[in-house]
């Protein structure tokens, strides 16, 4: 049974730092791209930042350059999401995902954990 189990959201001031984490289970971890999304209120879901199956190359929203940093643990079955100088704008759902193209996609979806920036 495939799973994705974020962890790590709360309540954070502005500037301040949170570390998610996404656990997964359930499929060979190393074959898939992962991404982290967020989907704030009202709003689409958008990518937040991305890692390769292998972790050599790393991509990122305009919005979170230099502030978030995402890593991946293929021994652990793990990836993170480092935030830093957090801003109320990224209050958010944040979902892990991971995805591999084959003869066709196929995407996996955690359940999301909240983030909320407020003082």
């Known amino acids: 049974q495939v799973q994705l189990v974020e962890s790590g959201g709360g309540l954070v001031q502005p500037g301040g730092s949170l570390r998610l984490s996404c656990a997964a289970s359930?499929?060979?971890?190393?074959?898939?791209?992962m991404s982290w999304y967020r989907q704030a209120p009202g709003k689409e879901r958008e990518l937040v930042a991305g890692?390769?199956?292998?972790?050599?190359?790393?991509n990122y929203a305009d919005s979170v350059k230099g502030r978030f940093t995402i890593s991946r643990d293929n021994a652990k079955n793990t990836v993170h999401l480092q935030m830093n100088s957090l801003k109320p704008e990224d209050t958010a759902v944040y979902y892990c995902?991971?995805?591999?193209?084959?003869?066709?996609?196929?995407?996996?979806w955690g359940k999301g954990t909240l983030v909320t920036v407020s003082s």
């Open positions: 995902n991971a995805r591999r193209v084959l003869a066709n996609i196929i995407n996996y």
């Open positions: 359930g499929f060979t971890f190393s074959f898939y791209d």
């Open positions: 890692i390769t199956s292998a972790g050599g190359s790393a």
